[in-house]
């Protein structure tokens, strides 16, 4: 029900739905999410008041579920879907999957995830791309050593470090990653923790590896973090 449209003669631009088309309004919520007004926002949902009042607000908001921004030119871009915030331990709300893709970004990170939700800071769980690690490795003298060992190397360690780093570069304070592990497998269907359209499954992942996740906090408090 948003209604933004990437159109010819200079109406088009690449990463967003477009500019909001005529008579519909759309502005950014405080919390991000992408609120639109206009003839094409429905009523409401037939007999059920509670349902429609949690969409559509008193002044005829409709909240469509989606983190997103607005450029100066009025383009709408959608970078995540509200329930997917993380909220932190001081209130801040994070979209997760920026980040991830900054992560992803680089050559040697395949997949991303980046956690947090009531924490004190962002941390990730990353799978490295061993195809290109694996070139990397042999260039320094590591080749043949499996997932596992090369997750484990300090070189690997100091290689993923420094494009974590490079993100937390473009990041505010409170969006950076500060703690990080690498794993040896790649989050799958077949394994649980991807959705048919290949998203990641977070519930799942918290689960899965709540140990993991538990640990890098832990070491944060002991160090201070």
Do not use: C
């Amino acid at each position: 029900m948003l209604n933004a449209v990437n159109t010819g003669g200079g109406g088009v631009k690449m990463g967003t739905v477009g500019r909001p088309i005529p008579n519909v309004e759309v502005r950014i919520a405080e919390d991000g999410e992408i609120l639109s007004r206009g003839p094409n926002i429905m009523k409401g949902y037939w007999g059920m008041p509670k349902e429609t009042a949690e969409v559509i607000d008193a002044d005829g908001w409709f909240h469509t579920g989606d983190i997103g921004e607005i450029d100066a030119e009025g383009f709408v871009r959608i970078t995540d879907r509200k329930k997917e915030l993380i909220i932190n331990a001081n209130g801040k709300n994070v979209a997760p999957a920026p980040i991830e893709n900054s992560l992803k970004s680089s050559r040697y990170i395949g997949q991303a995830v980046v956690i947090g939700d009531r924490r004190k800071f962002l941390s990730a769980l990353l799978v490295p791309d061993f195809e290109a690690l694996k070139g990397w490795a042999e260039r320094q003298g590591l080749g043949g050593a499996s997932p596992r060992e090369l997750i484990a190397h300090s070189a690997v360690r100091d290689l993923i470090g420094a494009e974590v780093n490079a993100v937390n570069a473009k990041l505010a304070g409170f969006e950076k990653v500060s703690a990080w592990e690498l794993l040896p497998d790649e989050f799958t269907l077949e394994t649980g923790e991807l959705t048919p359209t290949q998203k990641v499954k977070r519930r799942v992942i918290n689960q899965k590896y709540g140990e993991i996740i538990d640990r890098l906090y832990a070491e944060a408090d002991q160090k201070g973090g």
